[in-house]
């Protein structure tokens, strides 16, 4: 098990299948830096094309197409001191009546600057806002996009997301987190990037707190062990992602990859499954501003380890 410090020179804006950067083994880590959504590094140079570029793909040896790849987040640590963002709300996410009533950002990419303090943890206004004051918000790290090569020799946009994983932007993506990408090509091929600060959920103003991170994660290959959508899990819960539109579509995705693992993995029946569903899992909002929306559905582990023989 190999320990790879890797410094990216070669970034791609389409998650898919392109000329690997790196080959590792399964139980590797790589640690490396990632630009943020524009291709801005932590020494505020322009190495990307902006647009969600996207560090990898690494080449997992001995992944195949049937196998889930299994992506350990260690550590996503923001590399600078400032990030931003957007500062008006999408106009898909409020009524149509009301879209007339949103201000035209001046000049059209105008964004807002915040301070990064990886002290206190918190991110802040650079700029004072009249009625908000000196905003000062938790950090909370995640990745915004992120996932492995789409089935077919696809080359996907990192502006959308499928079941490959892709531009999801669920806030809960974070360091200490377990993610598991169902694996379309050999070696899986898994790309990273768009790291956020801070991000509340749907990225209703198409950012969150953008930022040039530092990433490590670890790999691992569950062969034989096929999976459809992205699955995660952390303390608390297990999860799965759907993503597609409308919203309804990514939450079935997303239904139905959970009902899939629990009948699977826990010796459930469907009848036992859907009693358990209905009652007890949560669902949370990936992106809701992108081409393809993400919805998450969450089983505390609270609940699974009541269930007999667990």
């Known amino acids: 098990m190999t320990i790879h410090n ?22 590797d880590t790589v640690i490396t830096p990632t630009p943020d959504a524009r291709g801005v590094d932590k020494d505020y ?24 790849l299994v992506v350990y987040l260690e550590r996503i640590d923001p590399n600078r001191a400032t990030g931003w963002t957007r500062h008006v709300l999408a106009e898909m996410v409020v009524d149509f009546e009301y879209v007339h009533n949103l201000p035209v950002p001046q000049p059209p990419n105008e964004i807002i600057q915040w301070n990064i303090d990886p002290v206190a943890c ?15 918000l938790p950090l909370k790290p995640m990745l915004g996009c992120f996932g492995v ?3 077919l020799e696809q080359a996907i946009s990192t502006a959308t997301s499928g079941n490959y994983g892709g531009n999801m932007d669920y806030n809960g993506f974070v360091a200490g987190t377990t993610v598991y990408f169902p694996v379309w090509e050999p070696g899986a091929l898994f790309h990273l990037g768009d790291g956020h600060a801070v991000q509340g959920d749907g990225e209703i103003v198409g950012t969150g707190i953008e930022v040039s991170m530092e990433v490590q994660f670890t790999v691992k290959i569950l062969k034989g062990k096929t999976i ?5 899990e952390n303390a608390e819960y297990i999860y799965t992602a759907g ?7 990514a939450t079935q995705h997303a239904t139905t990859e959970m009902l899939r693992w629990l009948v699977s993995d826990y010796g459930l029946d469907i009848t036992s499954t859907s009693i358990l569903m209905g009652q007890c899992v949560s ?11 993400t919805m998450v559905c969450k089983m505390p582990k609270r609940v699974l380890n009541t269930l007999p023989g667990r």
């Open 243 to 249: 993503n597609a539109r409308p919203l309804d579509q």
């Open 149 to 151: 090569a789409p089935e």
């Open 228 to 232: 459809a959508w992205p699955r995660g």
């Open 45 to 68: 140079q322009e190495v990307a094309r902006r647009g969600n570029p996207m560090v990898g793909p690494f080449y997992v040896d001995g992944a195949e197409p049937g196998d889930t």
């Open 6 to 27: 890797f410094q990216p020179t070669v970034f791609y804006n389409t998650i898919g299948s392109h000329p690997p950067v790196l080959h590792i083994a399964d139980g």
């Open 283 to 293: 669902y949370e909002l990936g992106n809701m501003y992108d081409p393809a929306y």
């Open 122 to 136: 918190t991110a802040s206004l650079v700029e004072p806002n009249p009625h908000l004051g000196n905003l000062t």
